[in-house]
């Protein structure tokens, strides 16, 4: 089943001569419960495709479809609405509110949309991250590896149709990257969340059951990943 579809999208910068075509008639499907690395050099375009997908910003043409949704045919208020309730961001710098704890940080988008919390899957969600004992803590009194589980965990909270990570463990040491990447295949795995994460490390792309690779703004391949990384 389809939760995303992607036709001929493009984005352009400037004009005439100085007319840069960041991604150029891009296409492709993803299914529910897929996990998606985009991998490519730094200028390939994959960044400006996972901000248009988690519709940061808008193609110069094109069609962003999720689960149904035709996402850039929406107003902005429902453009907003769809930012909070369909997808989960998480970057590479976290972007926490320093004057809030962990549990404060992961529940802000749900309470935003004035909704209620789910306590029980909050307190799931905690075990899993393994931030049981940090609770109570503000960002600045945890670890870069404890503060990107805290944004995972934030990603979570709403139950988004699909999770974008931008470059994840890009601000992280090896041993946090490999927690990070484990607790994304959990999501997975556990919750048949869908992923799709940006990343210029092939061995991270490994992780994923699906590699799509982007250079000068065209996808030049997407394969299922056979690695034994993704077992």
Do not use: W
Not at 36 to 53: C, D, E, F, N, R
Not at 183 to 195: A, G, M, P, R, V
């Amino acid at each position: 089943m389809k939760i995303l579809e992607v036709k001929n999208l493009c984005k352009n910068y400037g004009k005439g001569d100085t007319l840069v075509k960041a991604l150029d008639n891009v296409s492709f499907e993803v299914g529910v419960g897929e996990f998606v690395a985009i991998v490519g050099a730094s200028g390939s375009g994959k960044s400006t495709l996972l901000h248009i997908l988690g519709a940061v910003d808008r193609p110069t043409s094109g069609t962003v479809i999720v689960n149904g949704t035709d996402v850039f045919k929406q107003n902005d208020n429902d453009l907003a609405i769809f930012r909070r309730r369909k997808v989960g961001l998480i970057y590479q710098f976290y972007n926490l509110i320093p004057i809030l704890n962990v549990s404060e940080n992961m529940t802000l988008p749900v309470l935003l949309d004035g909704k209620k919390v789910d306590k029980e899957y909050l307190n799931e969600l905690i075990d899993i991250l393994g931030l049981t004992k940090r609770v109570s803590h503000l960002p600045n009194e945890l670890s870069g590896g404890q503060q990107q589980r805290v944004s995972i965990g934030r990603a979570l909270m709403a139950r988004p149709d699909i999770i974008l990570a931008d470059e994840p463990t890009g601000n992280l040491d090896s041993k946090s990257s490999k927690e990070i990447i484990d607790l994304l295949k959990l999501s997975n795995t556990k919750y048949n969340q869908t992923i799709i994460m940006i990343t210029h490390d092939i061995n991270l792309a490994k992780c994923a059951n699906r590699i799509i690779t982007i250079n000068d703004g065209k996808i030049i391949s997407d394969e299922a990943n056979k690695d034994e990384n993704t077992k």
